[in-house]
């Protein structure tokens, strides 16, 4: 495997791409220095600051970087492209294509990657948290008479920020790169101010102050791992973005511009501690001069607010894919963007990250409670990202065995032991992120399970198609003009609102479309594949719609496709029937009884159907019927 550099000579076209990834992919990373040295000379790693600890966190800290980043992520995960989009849910469409034909396989794929997306979602629930406090909190360095009011004010930072939230971020978009750029440059300066007060620092770069650093330390090296990986944290937003910028724009942003300031900015902090060991108590701020505290906190506050949408941005993105391949219940999804199909609001979500990043601030109460919740969510999504990936180089890329086991076991003892170490702060607030992670854990893999048993008992009590057909022909009832247009998730049986309109009305329209739309584990759906067409004879027609899951599935438009191929349709002249069901929990072998009364409640609220495929209210008959799971 070869590294991926980026040519020297950079296009204009790229440098606009990469300037724009600065503002959108990397904030979370350029916003790790407020809080990571800071968090890892803590009293509760009972470290100290000396000579040996400064040298050795900081060589982790580089290595780490480099490691994780630049070879992890930029070299080989970020190859894992599904059709140009990246993220886990992306990646888990990759790596349930290499198991097709494996059930179990590939429910345990799914497994691993739902564990990860749940973990995502505490993610966007703690860097907002944190961000934002950690940037409001260097009131304490400028003002120390108005700590008490820290709290307060992040959260009025945070309700702003989820307020403008249904707004969109088309408008202010531009903002960011700029903002950021000025932040990178801003901390890469800091960083050099000190380190040419205290150049031995740069021999921290040498692996060897690390391995002496755990030689030395022994078991609370290996909880300092826990703190050493809020540098990565924002590292998975490499992947996910790479849809938004491609890879070259965002490699090219990291490997000559983020990498280098940040590298600057730590070394900076480090210098710092060798010089001054008090100032471990807020590294960060107390690198900055006084007189440039004030401006240094609002740019600060700025760059946290940008991290935080990204995340937020990301939570959005991420439903609406679990809802495409069902493992979310149907939620309203706003487009806040006539000309970007990405930007999108998810209300639901907003809200419920808004409550849960509320409870997170006045639960911790600041950044540095915040760092032990912190690290376990980041980790947990590695560990999942790194497993999948090397799936898919094993049975999609056809690499060597032995290729994916040199390099695997090393990214895995790394993830895994940051992943560990994190583990180790559960009574210290790491319990949040599991707790969060393991509630939406349970609702999505309920939610699946309960739509599986309904289709299967939706498919034991059908009829099947074609006698069905036959009977219709020999027995002709009556027929009233226009078009009907029936859902179903199998073509192969009579869908019960058909069965019910014939009972009900005695009659069937002069032309029947049976209509199914299945998710793609690709993002974006070919046009040849988009829609599949039979006539079954006798007026009766099947249509098979398939969408991405990046995609919104707008089914009269794709109607409207139809005519192309022989099968026009009047939305005039077109009623659509879908039956509405209303579950009931039992006890039936399938689920725990309180898995059933979960899905029961998640369906009685979920988004109808109707309004999800944006079918017309005023063309639509819904019927219902009774199922018990």
């Keep these: 495997m070869q590294a991926v550099l980026p040519e020297k000579q950079v296009s204009p076209s790229l440098r606009v791409l990469a300037f724009g990834a ?48 630049c070879i992890k992520y930029v070299t080989f995960v970020m190859r894992a492209d599904n059709k140009g989009e990246g993220g886990i849910i992306a990646l888990l469409g990759l790596a349930q294509r290499s198991v097709r034909g494996q059930p179990r396989l590939r429910w345990l794929v799914a497994v691993v990657a739902i564990f990860g997306a749940a973990l995502f979602y505490g993610d966007g629930v703690i860097t907002p948290a944190i961000s934002v406090l950690s940037a409001v909190e260097g009131i304490k360095v400028a003002a120390p008479s108005l700590t008490p009011w820290v709290m307060w004010i992040s959260v009025v930072v945070l309700l702003g920020l989820f307020v403008l939230q249904k707004f969109g971020t088309a408008r202010v978009g531009g903002l960011f790169a700029p903002i950021m750029c000025m932040w990178f440059v801003v901390i890469a300066l800091l960083g050099v101010r000190m380190i040419l007060h205290a150049p ?56 000559y511009f983020i990498f280098p300031a940040l590298l600057l900015n730590y070394f900076g902090q480090g210098a710092l501690l060798l010089r001054h060991p008090h100032a471990s108590a807020n590294p ?27 995340i937020i941005s990301g939570a959005y993105s991420m439903t609406r894919e679990a809802m495409q391949l069902g493992y979310s219940p149907r939620m309203r999804v706003v487009h806040t963007s006539s000309r970007m199909a ?27 409670n915040l760092g032990a919740a912190y690290g376990i969510a980041v980790t947990g999504t590695m560990v999942t990202t790194t497993l999948l990936a090397l799936l898919v180089a094993l049975r ?73 057909i036959a009977s219709i022909a020999e027995h002709p009832p009556t027929r009233v003009s226009g078009t009907a247009v029936f859902m179903t998730a199998n073509l192969n049986a009579v869908p019960h609102a ?50 991405g899951f990046m995609e919104d599935p707008d089914v009269p438009a794709a109607l409207a496709e139809c005519a192309a191929r022989g099968l026009a349709f009047d939305m005039m002249d077109t009623t659509f029937f879908l039956s509405r069901e209303t579950v009931i929990a039992t ?40 199922i018990e799971i």
């Design 284 to 310: 960060f701020y107390l690198l900055v001069p006084h007189v440039l505290l004030i401006p240094m906190i609002v740019l600060a506050a700025a760059a946290t607010v940008i991290a935080s949408q990204a």
């Design 342 to 368: 990405g930007q999108i609001f998810v209300p639901w979500i907003n809200g419920m990250l808004l409550v849960l990043v509320l409870v997170a601030v006045f639960g911790f109460r600041s950044s540095e």
């Design 396 to 468: 999609l890329w056809h690499w060597k065995w032995y290729a994916v086991i040199a390099l695997g076991i090393p990214l895995l003892i790394i993830d895994c032991a940051f992943f560990g170490a994190n583990l180790l702060k559960v009574d210290h607030g790491g319990w949040f992120p599991l707790v969060l992670g393991l509630i939406i854990f349970t609702v999505m893999t309920t939610w699946r399970r309960g739509r599986e048993l309904v289709l299967r008992q939706l498919k034991h009590g059908g009829l099947a198609l074609s006698p069905f």
């Design 498 to 547: 058909l069965l019910h309109s014939l009972k009900h009305f005695k009659a069937l329209h002069e032309r029947n479309v049976l209509l199914s739309v299945e998710t793609l584990e690709a993002p974006y759906a070919d046009h040849a594949e988009r829609i599949e067409l039979a006539d079954l004879g006798h007026s009766f027609h099947t249509v098979q719609m398939r969408f």
């Design 200 to 255: 031995e620092i740069l021999i921290a770069l040498n692996p060897y102050y690390a391995v002496r650093f755990f030689h030395s330390h022994g078991i609370a090296s290996f909880v300092a791992l826990g703190g050493v990986v809020l540098a990565l944290t924002g590292t998975e937003a490499l992947y996910a973005d790479i849809g938004h910028f491609g890879k070259k724009p965002i490699r090219v942003a990291w490997l």
């Design 587 to 626: 006890k039936r072998p399938g689920m725990a009884l309180w898995r059933d009364k979960l899905f029961a409640f998640m369906t009685r609220n979920a988004m109808p159907a109707t309004a999800f495929f944006h079918i017309p209210g005023n063309r639509l008959v819904e019927l219902g019927t009774q």
């Design 22 to 69: 600065i503002g959108v992919v990397f904030g979370d990373l350029g916003t790790s220095p407020l809080y990571t040295l800071q968090e890892i000379f803590s009293s509760d790693y009972g470290l100290g600051v000396s000579r040996d600890t400064v040298l050795g966190v900081l060589s982790l800290v580089f290595w780490a970087l480099l490691v994780v980043v």
